[in-house]
C-alpha cells in the first residue's frame, strides 16, 4: 500500500468514526502518520475533555483504523 493508499484508508475509517463522534459534540482529525505504522489523530469538540475519550481512542477509533490500515500498531491522540 502507498503512502497516499494508507492516508486515503485511514480517512475512510475517520469517515466511519465521525458520525458517532459528531452526535456527541465531538470530531476528529488526522495529525500525521509516522513511519507507515504511527497514527497520530487530534479528538476535538466535546471530545477534548470527555473522561471516556480513552476508551474512545481503543475500542472504536484505533479498532476501526486498523481495519482499514492493518499495518498500523500505534494510534494516540495529540492535544
Known amino acids: 500500500m502507498t503512502h497516499e493508499e494508507l492516508i486515503l484508508n485511514i ?3 475517520l469517515q466511519e468514526i465521525r ?3 459528531n452526535s456527541d459534540g465531538g470530531d476528529i482529525s488526522l495529525v500525521s502518520v509516522e513511519d507507515e505504522k504511527h ?3 487530534r479528538l476535538e469538540g466535546a471530545c477534548t475533555g470527555c473522561s471516556l475519550s480513552l476508551s474512545t481512542m481503543k475500542a472504536g477509533v484505533e479498532t476501526t483504523i ?7 500498531e500505534t494510534v494516540v491522540n495529540v492535544a
Open 11 to 13: 480517512e475512510k475509517a
Open 39 to 41: 497514527v497520530k489523530v
Open 19 to 21: 458520525p458517532f463522534l
Open 66 to 72: 486498523k481495519r482499514y490500515a492493518p499495518q498500523i
